[in-house]
């Protein structure tokens, strides 16, 4: 169903406080929250907090909360409540049973954004895989959320019209998605190995929701002497705007080109099973020669959502990778965020600012391992040298009596593709053999 279709949903957002046990701040939690409701299509109408030691088995925030919560949703005429924190089917129908409306938690929430924005077939398919996997052990405890498939917020997405198939069918389905995924890994593994094979380096931005990954992908389009702006990426200022992977060759003023990867933006408490659907995207950061962690640096809670970050990035085994930190949408800021790094750099994706220091950066991280060569190119092999004039930054160029002299700095895989047609006074020469 269209989101656009549907009536506004009147939410009534429940978060509860651990205290000294809570990973993330609850007030910054809860305007997250907000925002990701918004991005759903509801009108959030009152946000409640529990502060309590520990989670109550039963209706997860104590029956006295329960009934200011109901008070709420009466005095506020809501019809959908949501809870910043994942439950268990029991506890949605014991709260449906008290509050009289359809109850929902942060997973189904993200699960529906996901469901509305996931527009390619692998997205489709990833989205599904977790929406099922989330309501599979829930089957008996989902109450109205249940019984109005296709009602709203929560049970949107391509799985809508399988969500009350039995627990047998259900992982059936699950198992064929996943073998559509896995088969699409294929693709994707032959993609990246073809890329390697050619020595194209691949650079993946990652980072928090709404950071600007892909307004700073579609900066580096414009840069890029591809000149391909077709190939611009959908952004928009609001949260999980991109939840495809997009590739786009980037080639720069002196021919260096790499392969630049969109991927899809974290949030705090992004539900496991979303990660896990997710990994075959995000294992394009697992790919990457370099990783720029992308920063909203005007955001009050930009350090939690770096720590975020670096937390999905470990649980993928991708923290170890050669990353550049990248403090996005400085335009907004009239003081910077002070960071003693080198590796930090501050940028506008919307002014360009930033962005010459930002790509001698990457081209430091990404071609250091480059070689200076003089090739002799018989004149029968002509396709060689116009690759090579075409792909290189030539450094002189020299028509001898056996063929064309070029001297240039290549990649390692052209180097060893080429290495017959090197001669004697290659620059560097013996540092290089070193090195090789």
């Given at each position: 169903?269209?989101?656009?279709?549907l009536s506004i949903q009147r939410a009534v957002l429940v978060g509860?406080?651990?205290?000294?046990?809570?990973?993330?701040?609850?007030?910054?939690?809860?305007?997250e929250l907000a925002e990701l409701a918004r991005a759903a299509g509801?009108?959030?109408?009152?946000?409640?907090?529990?502060?309590?030691?520990?989670?109550?088995?039963?209706?997860?925030?104590?029956?006295?909360?329960?009934?200011?919560?109901?008070?709420?949703?009466?005095?506020?005429?809501?019809?959908?409540?949501?809870?910043?924190?994942?439950?268990?089917?029991?506890?949605?129908?014991?709260?449906?049973?008290?509050?009289?409306?359809?109850?929902?938690?942060?997973?189904?929430?993200?699960?529906?954004?996901?469901?509305?924005?996931?527009?390619?077939?692998?997205?489709?398919?990833?989205?599904?895989?977790?929406?099922?996997?989330?309501?599979?052990?829930?089957?008996?405890?989902?109450?109205?959320?249940?019984?109005?498939?296709?009602?709203?917020?929560?049970?949107?997405?391509?799985?809508?019209?399988?969500?009350?198939?039995?627990?047998?069918?259900?992982?059936?389905?699950?198992?064929?998605?996943?073998?559509?995924?896995?088969?699409?890994?294929?693709?994707?593994?032959?993609?990246?190995?073809?890329?390697?094979?050619?020595?194209?380096?691949?650079?993946?931005?990652?980072?928090?929701?709404?950071?600007?990954?892909?307004?700073?992908?579609?900066?580096?389009?414009?840069?890029?002497?591809?000149?391909?702006?077709?190939?611009?990426?959908?952004?928009?200022?609001?949260?999980?705007?991109?939840?495809?992977?997009?590739?786009?060759?980037?080639?720069?003023?002196?021919?260096?080109?790499?392969?630049?990867?969109?991927?899809?933006?974290?949030?705090?408490?992004?539900?496991?099973?979303?990660?896990?659907?997710?990994?075959?995207?995000?294992?394009?950061?697992?790919?990457?020669?370099?990783?720029?962690?992308?920063?909203?640096?005007?955001?009050?809670?930009?350090?939690?959502?770096?720590?975020?970050?670096?937390?999905?990035?470990?649980?993928?085994?991708?923290?170890?990778?050669?990353?550049?930190?990248?403090?996005?949408?400085?335009?907004?800021?009239?003081?910077?965020?002070?960071?003693?790094?080198?590796?930090?750099?501050?940028?506008?994706?919307?002014?360009?600012?930033?962005?010459?220091?930002?790509?001698?950066?990457?081209?430091?991280?990404?071609f250091k391992d480059m070689v200076p060569v003089n090739f002799v190119?018989?004149?029968?092999?002509?396709?060689?040298?116009?690759?090579?004039?075409?792909?290189?930054?030539?450094?002189?160029?020299?028509?001898?009596?056996?063929?064309?002299?070029?001297?240039?700095?290549?990649?390692?895989?052209?180097?060893?593709?080429?290495?017959?047609?090197?001669?004697?006074?290659?620059?560097?020469?013996?540092?290089?053999?070193?090195?090789?």
């Amino acid at each position: 169903m269209d989101s656009g279709q549907l009536s506004i949903q009147r939410a009534v957002l429940v978060g509860l406080s651990l205290g000294v046990k809570d990973t993330v701040d609850i007030e910054s939690s809860m305007q997250e929250l907000a925002e990701l409701a918004r991005a759903a299509g509801a009108e959030v109408v009152d946000s409640l907090i529990q502060n309590k030691a520990s989670v109550e088995a039963t209706t997860f925030i104590g029956t006295g909360k329960v009934e200011e919560v109901r008070i709420a949703v009466l005095a506020y005429d809501a019809n959908l409540v949501i809870f910043n924190d994942e439950l268990s089917g029991a506890q949605i129908r014991n709260l449906e049973g008290m509050l009289d409306v359809k109850v929902i938690d942060r997973t189904a929430l993200i699960l529906d954004i996901f469901a509305v924005r996931a527009q390619t077939k692998i997205a489709k398919l990833q989205v599904e895989l977790a929406q099922l996997r989330y309501r599979l052990p829930r089957l008996t405890g989902l109450g109205k959320s249940m019984s109005r498939t296709g009602g709203g917020i929560g049970t949107r997405g391509p799985g809508e019209q399988k969500l009350e198939i039995d627990r047998r069918r259900i992982q059936e389905r699950i198992d064929d998605i996943r073998r559509q995924i896995k088969e699409t890994e294929k693709n994707r593994t032959v993609q990246r190995q073809l890329r390697e094979k050619n020595g194209i380096p691949i650079v993946a931005l990652v980072g928090y929701t709404n950071a600007g990954k892909s307004s700073i992908m579609n900066r580096f389009i414009e840069i890029s002497e591809v000149g391909e702006m077709e190939k611009q990426v959908f952004e928009k200022d609001m949260l999980f705007a991109t939840l495809d992977t997009y590739n786009r060759r980037i080639v720069l003023t002196d021919k260096k080109e790499f392969v630049l990867t969109d991927t899809v933006g974290f949030v705090s408490k992004l539900p496991h099973s979303l990660v896990d659907a997710f990994k075959a995207t995000l294992e394009e950061a697992l790919s990457a020669d370099l990783l720029l962690h992308v920063v909203d640096a005007s955001d009050a809670h930009y350090e939690m959502q770096m720590t975020v970050t670096h937390q999905v990035l470990r649980e993928l085994k991708a923290h170890e990778k050669t990353q550049l930190t990248l403090f996005n949408k400085i335009d907004k800021l009239d003081i910077l965020p002070q960071r003693g790094d080198n590796q930090v750099f501050y940028i506008s994706a919307k002014t360009g600012t930033g962005f010459e220091a930002l790509i001698e950066a990457i081209k430091k991280q990404l071609f250091k391992d480059m070689v200076p060569v003089n090739f002799v190119i018989p004149y029968s092999e002509g396709g060689i040298a116009s690759y090579l004039c075409e792909t290189y930054e030539v450094d002189a160029l020299d028509y001898t009596e056996t063929g064309t002299s070029i001297k240039t700095t290549v990649n390692q895989a052209d180097y060893h593709r080429y290495a017959q047609y090197l001669v004697s006074d290659r620059i560097n020469e013996g540092d290089d053999d070193e090195k090789l």
